[in-house]
């Protein structure tokens, strides 16, 4: 497993844990649906300086 795999397993893991669906992930990290979608399914990966998957752990 890449990590790339990890780290979308990981924000599905962890949103599912805390019993959110990917809009109300969305909403309170302030990334779009589709970005938490596209970071879940891996068709994106990208970081901005401060590190913005950072966000959805917040």
Same mark, same amino acid.
């Given at each position: 497993m ?11 893991? &962890?949103? +599912? !844990? ?10 309170? /990290?302030? *990334? ?6 596209? &970071?879940? +399914? !891996? ?10 998957? /950072?966000? *959805?752990?917040?």
């Amino acid at each position: 497993m890449d990590f790339k795999q990890m780290i979308g397993e990981q924000v599905r893991r &962890v949103r +599912k !844990l805390r019993g959110i669906t990917q809009e109300q992930l969305a909403e309170q /990290s302030g *990334l779009s649906f589709s970005y938490i979608s596209d &970071v879940e +399914k !891996l068709v994106i990966f990208r970081w901005n300086r401060r590190g913005r998957l /950072s966000k *959805l752990w917040v």
